[in-house]
């Protein structure tokens, strides 16, 4: 069993920044495939960026150059440092662990940018 807990959203204006977290239970983290994933109202869930156990990183393509997914194992916790945001990065973000067995999702924290 795998917990997923997020933090980091909230409000931010066009153009700002905000880094998301995503802290894993467990012991195995640093085999995990870790990933970022969205939804917006009225959207289906999307990818956003994934990240391997051995750092490989993948982004959607309207993400690239704005928003970086890293991890730190010592601390079973993944990170989406979020850029140069648009209004079109409104959604709920998901927090997802790809463990061998099953795949497991947070809660979600809510990603709102307004003027």
């Known amino acids: 069993q795998v917990q997923l807990v997020e933090s980091g959203g909230g409000l931010v204006q066009p153009g700002g920044s905000l880094r998301l977290s995503c802290a894993a239970s467990?012991?195995?983290?640093?085999?995990?495939?870790m990933g970022w994933y969205r939804q917006a109202p009225g959207k289906e869930r999307e990818l956003v960026a994934v990240i391997s156990s051995g750092g490989t990183t993948r982004y959607v393509d309207s993400v690239k150059g704005r928003f970086t997914i890293s991890r730190d194992n010592a601390k079973n916790t993944v990170y989406l440092q979020m850029n140069s945001l648009r209004p079109e990065d409104t959604a709920v973000y998901y927090c997802r662990s790809e463990t061998p067995i099953r795949v497991y999702w947070g809660q979600g924290t809510q990603v709102t940018v307004s003027s």
């Open positions: 467990g012991s195995n983290f640093r085999n995990y495939v």
